[in-house]
């Protein structure tokens, strides 16, 4: 999987590299739901952990994420975001809220299908605290666009209110 770099280029967190100067990778934080926002967290807890992968098309875009996480579904009609866990997207309708979080102004929603399940994939990501959803970019191409995926919801509304991010 890649991480949104405070460069605005995707970083592949496969290909790490011994030793990391400063990696810093985005997350929307919504630990404070009075004060949401995006953030660039530095690397220094890896996560490395065995789990069945979803391969998903978002859009023209295919990218591989645990099974077991959520992303960031929205209605483009009514304005609704949402979390859903990636396992429920199974054969329903769901759009993906794509943004930049750097130079993004207006979200993009792209549908989301699941393409293939893979039993054991092994994941190295960043070690994300509650109310933190990891910017995902979709390209390798500067300035990606970017779905949002979190592993622990506990801690978060069932609804987000996307209107605080732009304010």
């Known amino acids: ?6 460069t605005n280029r995707s970083f592949d967190m496969n290909a790490l590299p011994v030793q990391i100067e400063d990696l810093r990778y985005c997350v929307l934080d919504y630990s404070d ?12 807890f890896l996560d490395v952990f065995p789990r069945p992968a979803a391969d998903l098309q978002i859009g023209p875009y295919r990218l591989q994420v645990p ?5 960031v579904i929205a ?24 943004l930049n979080p750097i130079n ?5 929603f792209e549908e989301i299908t699941i ?12 070690k994300l605290k509650y109310g933190h ?4 970019p979709l390209t390798d191409k500067p300035a990606p666009p970017c ?3 979190v592993r622990e919801i506990q801690k978060l509304p069932d609804q987000l209110d996307i209107t605080k991010i732009f304010t």
């Open 147 to 149: 779905a949002f995926f």
């Open 104 to 108: 993004g102004f207006m979200p993009s």
């Open 1 to 6: 999987m890649r991480v949104l770099a405070e």
């Open 115 to 126: 393409e293939n399940i893979f039993p054991d994939v092994t994941w190295n990501m960043p």
């Open 33 to 44: 739901q009075n004060n949401v926002d995006f953030y660039f967290i530095p690397l220094v």
């Open 67 to 71: 099974l077991d996480w959520s992303i």
């Open 133 to 136: 959803i990891l910017a995902v």
């Open 75 to 98: 209605d483009k009609n009514f304005g609704n975001v949402e979390i859903l866990e990636i396992k429920h997207l199974n054969d329903r309708p769901f759009e993906a809220f794509l």
